[in-house]
């Protein structure tokens, strides 16, 4: 009997020390690519001018969806602007912006510097919204379908890989 | 140069403490009194690592950015006083305030234990330097505060600002006395067991360390508790977060201990229980470090998180506790315990399964979403509502063993007066329906703590009139027990009576509700050295006594590194603390104001500092008696 307790007392601290070495070589970062393949949720944002709420029947509307979550501050979001401002001529493809934590006049600022890729422009002042889509950290952008499955998260700047990514799965 | 002298140094420790190992082995063989070198030896080594503190406090002052730590953590416009503080607000330095307090325990240690066996002491004083060396070659090759970096930059990068400040400077010191003191407990129990030294004396020599750093733990955690309530602006003082666990875990298995000491100094019982509770106390400390420093938590503290650093905590983890249950298996012998039901030994044994039942359950919410991260991939986090909901029925239960325990006799015990805790029972369940009846009621759970805590309260006051009649008083022991009773009792009233408002308030505007009108009258900006602040002015007033109070809440923005915080304007008196926050709202004219009123906060505190004083006062009376 002693000998079972002492075996059993050994296994659980080999367990947890295990566990804590597994645990150390993990990223620690919050990962949300399990929202992959499920379906968009429910949300309702309002758009940049104030004048109406989007939802999720607004992004039903074309074949695909990228939703691009950006702000002025965040310097990543002007690497990739360029390829936002090429994915906004496919056609099957409908832009919607979401302005995440910003001041007004400072994103339209950078849009009329940079150009405005989006078709749908929405804000999200502080960031609650965004939290529904798995958003920790900008910029980042999600592709989803007309069924509204998330077919792909795309965390950071866009890059050109990226980019032909998209056009290979709208065409 | 600092960075050398540093450097030096610390291989002096190393060297020191090879030494130290090296003729303390030697003199195990000889009889005869401990060599006068080792004391010598341990001496200087102390000495020396306080020096090469201080060679850090002095790179901190300075400025001097050619360190990485101060280039990291400091900047030149910082005040003196957070320039000092930050020596031990970061990673590489507090290791070595750890590596300093291991020091310096370990002499201690040796020269205040001469009646102990030599065997033992010697032995403790090996083990205690194999610790010593461990940090320290961690401190050398993994985070050595001396690093050098070239070129070197004009400015330092300032320290977050939220940690400038005063409780914050004091808190890293007090818990670390508390938790990295348990070492040397440790060493002596690992010294215990290889000399089998069990006998009753065994506990004269660590019981003033035990109720010393267990003093040291509980002050620290106050402290942080306290800079949590003014300084993170949610109004609580604490938010079971893991570093907070990480702290309270070693604290449970203190208290534990000291008690089952009791039992074993009275009546030589419980010996490997004692020796378990030294060695789970300190590996729950470097445990919990390891869950703070490696990052594989995520909470407020913000050290940054290295794996490397990780691994190193992790093997020395893993050394300590594998080398502990091996040796503790090779020693361990079946204790008979043929205890009486109703005797003081059992009503200590329930405390520390009470202690346990609390530790693990911390243990488990503190652990339990590495746990589901590394086996399910899932993310999910442990809040409040767990521990809340699993530790606070039971403290019902805990206050009334705390009222009858101390008061049970050893072996055998019976318990006269009845009904006087008939009588006890029956004021405190009438005070309780008192305070609904002119306060407000509350749930069920709130009623049954509120009567516990007065029934602990009012029947070891009880015992202390009893007492002073015959002149024998327990100071310690009463203090701490009623103090822990009103600390319980206050946190439950200030739970039950907290009021919180949140406002949307514009200049000059004035908001009403229940017998409350506030008002924000002014708005400041003032520029301080390191930051600049927004300050509001406003007046709470009281409607029915026409008593107004001014508060001034701040935002604050800070410089380097850039950084906005919001500074709670607190008004505190014995029978209530105000508590505003203000932030602002981008592009308008409105400031978010959140009000709350904060019955009895400050009874809170003293009552954590009147458990404090409890160990104190016994700590002075058993070096007294001895």
């Known amino acids: 009997m002693q000998k079972i307790i002492k075996i059993l007392i050994l296994f659980i601290f080999l367990f947890v020390i295990g566990i804590f070495y597994i645990s150390l070589k993990r990223d620690t970062n919050y990962d949300t690519s399990s929202l992959i393949n499920k379906i968009t949720p429910e949300f309702k944002i309002i758009s940049f001018d104030e004048s109406n709420f989007y939802t999720r029947d607004d992004i039903k509307k074309n074949n695909y969806i990228l939703i691009n979550f950006w702000s002025s501050w965040c310097t990543p979001c002007r690497i990739e602007h360029p390829i936002l401002m090429k994915l906004s001529q496919t056609k099957n493809l409908t832009m919607l912006g979401i302005n995440f934590k910003d001041k007004n006049t400072q994103a339209i600022k950078f849009l009329s510097e940079l150009g405005n890729p989006y078709d749908l422009l929405a804000k999200d002042k502080n960031g609650k919204q965004s939290v529904k889509f798995g958003v920790y950290g900008i910029p980042e952008s999600i592709l989803i379908n007309k069924d509204l499955i998330i077919i792909q998260k795309f965390v950071g700047p866009l890059s050109f890989e990226d980019y032909n990514n998209i056009i290979k799965i709208i065409e | 140069m600092l960075s050398n002298l540093?450097?030096?140094?610390?291989?002096?420790?190393?060297?020191?403490?090879?030494?130290?190992?090296?003729?303390?082995?030697?003199?195990?063989?000889?009889?005869?009194?401990?060599?006068?070198?080792?004391?010598?030896?341990?001496?200087?080594?102390?000495?020396?690592?306080?020096?090469?503190?201080?060679?850090?406090?002095?790179?901190?002052?300075?400025?001097?950015?050619?360190?990485?730590?101060?280039?990291?953590?400091?900047?030149?416009?910082?005040?003196?006083?957070?320039?000092?503080?930050?020596?031990?607000?970061?990673?590489?330095?507090?290791?070595?305030?750890?590596?300093?307090?291991?020091?310096?325990?370990?002499?201690?240690?040796?020269?205040?234990?001469?009646?102990?066996?030599?065997?033992?002491?010697?032995?403790?004083?090996?083990?205690?330097?194999?610790?010593?060396?461990?940090?320290?070659?961690?401190?050398?090759?993994?985070?050595?505060?001396?690093?050098?970096?070239?070129?070197?930059?004009?400015?330092?990068?300032?320290?977050?600002?939220?940690?400038?400040?005063?409780?914050?400077?004091?808190?890293?010191?007090?818990?670390?006395?508390?938790?990295?003191?348990?070492?040397?407990?440790?060493?002596?129990?690992?010294?215990?067991?290889?000399?089998?030294?069990?006998?009753?004396?065994?506990?004269?020599?660590?019981?003033?360390?035990?109720?010393?750093?267990?003093?040291?733990?509980?002050?620290?955690?106050?402290?942080?508790?306290?800079?949590?309530?003014?300084?993170?602006?949610?109004?609580?003082?604490?938010?079971?977060?893991?570093?907070?666990?990480?702290?309270?875990?070693?604290?449970?298995?203190?208290?534990?201990?000291?008690?089952?000491?009791?039992?074993?100094?009275?009546?030589?019982?419980?010996?490997?229980?004692?020796?378990?509770?030294?060695?789970?106390?300190?590996?729950?400390?470097?445990?919990?470090?390891?869950?703070?420093?490696?990052?594989?938590?995520?909470?407020?503290?913000?050290?940054?998180?290295?794996?490397?650093?990780?691994?190193?905590?992790?093997?020395?983890?893993?050394?300590?506790?594998?080398?502990?249950?091996?040796?503790?298996?090779?020693k361990y012998k079946k204790e008979n315990y043929d205890l009486n039901r109703n005797s003081k030994e059992t009503f200590i044994l329930v405390n520390n399964w009470f202690m346990m039942f609390y530790l693990i359950t911390v243990l488990l919410g503190t652990i339990y979403p590495i746990f589901t991260d590394a086996l399910t991939d899932s993310k999910i986090s442990v809040g409040p509502p767990f521990y809340n909901s699993i530790i606070f029925p039971v403290v019902i239960i805990f206050l009334l063993f705390m009222a009858f325990g101390p008061k049970a006799k050893w072996i055998k015990n019976k318990f006269q007066n009845t009904r006087i805790y008939l009588l006890i029972l029956a004021s405190a369940v009438c005070l309780n329906l008192t305070i609904i009846f002119f306060f407000k009621s509350y749930s069920l759970l709130s009623n049954f703590i509120i009567i516990s805590a007065l029934f602990l309260i009012m029947s070891s006051l009880m015992d202390a009139a009893k007492a002073l009649k015959r002149n024998k008083f327990d100071f310690a022991r009463i203090i701490s027990h009623t103090a822990f009773g009103f600390l319980v009792l206050f946190i439950g009233l200030n739970d039950i009576f907290s009021i919180e408002k949140d406002y949307n308030i514009k200049l000059g505007e004035t908001k009403k509700f229940e017998d409350y009108s506030i008002q924000l009258q002014s708005l400041d900006l003032k520029n301080y050295k390191n930051y600049k602040a927004v300050i509001g002015k406003l007046e709470v007033k009281n409607i029915n006594s026409n008593k107004t109070n001014i508060l001034n809440p701040e935002i604050r923005i800070y410089e380097k590194p850039k950084t906005l915080t919001y500074e709670a304007a607190i008004k505190t008196s014995l029978i209530k603390d105000y508590y505003l926050t203000m932030s602002n709202i981008d592009r308008s004219d409105y400031y978010n104001i959140k009000f709350q009123k904060k019955p009895l906060m400050a009874w809170i505190w003293i009552s954590v500092i009147m458990i404090v004083i409890g160990g104190f006062v016994r700590l002075f009376n058993n070096a007294k008696n001895n």
């Open chain 2, 6 to 330: 540093g450097n030096i140094l610390l291989f002096l420790n190393v060297f020191l403490s090879l030494s130290i190992i090296y003729v303390a082995n030697k003199n195990l063989k000889i009889s005869g009194e401990i060599n006068k070198n080792i004391y010598q030896l341990s001496l200087i080594q102390s000495t020396s690592i306080i020096i090469c503190f201080f060679v850090l406090i002095s790179a901190f002052i300075v400025s001097d950015f050619s360190l990485i730590t101060v280039y990291q953590n400091s900047h030149s416009l910082k005040p003196l006083f957070y320039k000092v503080a930050g020596t031990w607000g970061n990673h590489e330095g507090s290791l070595l305030l750890w590596a300093i307090i291991l020091s310096i325990f370990s002499f201690l240690f040796l020269i205040y234990n001469k009646n102990h066996p030599k065997k033992f002491r010697l032995l403790t004083l090996i083990v205690q330097n194999i610790l010593i060396l461990g940090f320290l070659f961690f401190i050398l090759f993994n985070s050595n505060p001396f690093s050098s970096i070239s070129p070197i930059p004009k400015e330092g990068l300032g320290l977050n600002p939220i940690l400038q400040d005063p409780a914050l400077a004091i808190h890293p010191p007090l818990l670390y006395i508390g938790f990295v003191g348990a070492s040397i407990y440790f060493s002596a129990a690992i010294a215990s067991l290889i000399t089998n030294y069990s006998e009753k004396s065994f506990s004269h020599s660590i019981k003033g360390w035990v109720l010393f750093s267990w003093c040291f733990q509980t002050l620290g955690i106050l402290v942080g508790s306290i800079w949590a309530y003014y300084e993170l602006g949610w109004g609580g003082f604490w938010f079971w977060d893991p570093v907070e666990n990480a702290s309270l875990l070693p604290w449970f298995a203190m208290t534990a201990l000291f008690h089952s000491l009791i039992v074993f100094e009275k009546r030589n019982l419980f010996y490997f229980w004692v020796i378990i509770l030294c060695l789970i106390t300190f590996i729950l400390s470097v445990t919990g470090t390891f869950l703070v420093r490696s990052g594989i938590l995520n909470s407020v503290h913000t050290f940054a998180s290295d794996p490397s650093r990780g691994i190193y905590i992790l093997i020395f983890l893993s050394l300590m506790i594998f080398g502990s249950i091996f040796l503790l298996f090779q």
